[in-house]
Each structure stands twice: as structure tokens, then as C-alpha cells.
């Protein structure tokens, strides 16, 4: 099994265990080793999946507003818990390949191994939503159609990503590709650079 088989085969495992409660505040069993590869990737898809659910709730048009403000704040420490976690997951491809002697005209990739598979997760998810949308009975035939047309597309997507991940970790192991891991620094969440914040104190 190939690293993307892997993880997809996770990230479906993780999906289809939110959903047995379908509730945002169902604690996360993670079923793997701490600190394991397959750790990161199940925590990874189940902070996408629980944040998926959370962007749906909030934008139900009645609301109460205290309660959207509560959702936002908390998407946004869901958004910096899922970048923690893709810098994790990149140190520890760093760490893995750390003995692999570059050659000399090895090029870097425009994202990191894990910023694609982050992409990767949200399309697992992109699929089993469109997968439930294809099969719903209260819907026209055109409306079932267009879900048809647009799962074939990500399953493509699906696909083309995880064989192009697979590329680059073969490459980055071969020593063709190198990789680094650029921390993302957001400052909206950091109360000494954004201005909102440090202006209030």
C-alpha cells in the first residue's frame, strides 16, 4: 500500500466515524499509535471534518447571532489547530527523510508534502458529502445529475492528487526533490501583531 492509500483509506475511516453521531462535540478516539504517521493523518481529517460541519452550522440563516460568534471563534482556533497540525505532519516528513542525500540539481516543490495532503483530506470529505448528495430522494433528477457530474470530477481530482503526492515523496526520497518547512505565521491570531488586539491593551 502506497502512502496516499494509506491516507485516504484513514481519512474515509474518520469520516465515517464522525458520522456515526453526526454531532460536533463527539470526542475523537483516534485509534492510532500517538505520535504515528496514521496518528496525525486520522487527527488531521477529523479537526477537517468536525470544522466542515461547524462552516455548515454557521451559516444556517436564523442563527442566534451570540451563538455565530461563538462558531466563529471557534473555526478560528480550529483553523490554527489544522495548521499546527500540517507543520507536525511536515516535520515529520523532514525527520524521516532527514538522511537522504540531495542531489545537486534537486528542486524544491511549490508546497509541501503536507500542505498537499491537507488538500487531500478535504477532498475526502468534498466526496463523501457528494456521494450522500447522489443518493438523497428528495431532489430532482437534474439536481442528482449535476452531484453525479461533480463527484466524478473529485474523484479525479482524488486521484490525480494522491498520485502526484506519491510522486513527490518518491522524489524527495530519491533526493530529486528536497523539501522545508515555512512556519505559516498568521497574525490575526496573535495578539503582539494584530492590531485590533495589541491596540487594546
Excluded at 500500500?1 to 481519512?11: D, G, K, L, S, V
Excluded at 455565530?68 to 515529520?92: F, G, H, M, P
Excluded at 433528477?141 to 503526492?165: F, V, W
Aim: charged share 35%.
Amino acid at each position: 500500500m502506497n502512502f496516499t492509500e494509506q491516507a485516504n483509506r484513514i481519512f474515509l475511516e474518520s469520516i465515517r466515524k464522525y458520522h456515526e453521531t453526526d454531532n460536533v462535540d463527539t470526542e475523537i478516539k483516534n485509534p492510532y499509535p500517538l505520535r504515528s504517521i496514521e496518528y496525525y493523518l486520522y487527527l488531521k481529517n477529523w479537526i477537517d471534518t468536525v470544522q466542515w460541519h461547524l462552516e455548515d452550522i454557521i451559516r444556517d440563516p436564523e442563527i442566534d447571532p451570540a451563538e455565530a460568534l461563538a462558531i466563529k471563534r471557534r473555526i478560528d482556533r480550529s483553523n490554527q489547530e489544522r495548521t499546527d497540525l500540517v507543520e507536525l505532519i511536515d516535520s515529520y516528513m523532514l525527520e524521516k527523510y532527514k538522511d537522504v542525500k540531495v542531489r545537486p540539481d534537486a528542486s524544491i516543490n511549490t508546497e509541501s508534502p503536507a500542505w498537499a495532503i491537507d488538500r487531500l483530506s478535504i477532498l475526502a470529505l468534498k466526496i463523501y458529502h457528494m456521494e450522500k448528495e447522489t443518493g438523497r430522494k428528495d431532489v430532482s433528477r437534474k439536481h442528482l445529475e449535476e452531484c453525479e457530474k461533480k463527484l466524478d470530477i473529485l474523484l479525479m481530482q482524488q486521484k490525480d492528487l494522491s498520485s502526484a503526492i506519491d510522486m513527490l515523496l518518491k522524489e524527495i526520497e530519491q533526493g530529486s526533490k528536497y523539501m522545508k518547512v515555512y512556519k505559516q505565521m498568521k497574525m490575526y491570531n496573535d495578539p503582539d501583531l494584530n492590531p485590533v488586539l495589541y491596540g487594546a491593551k
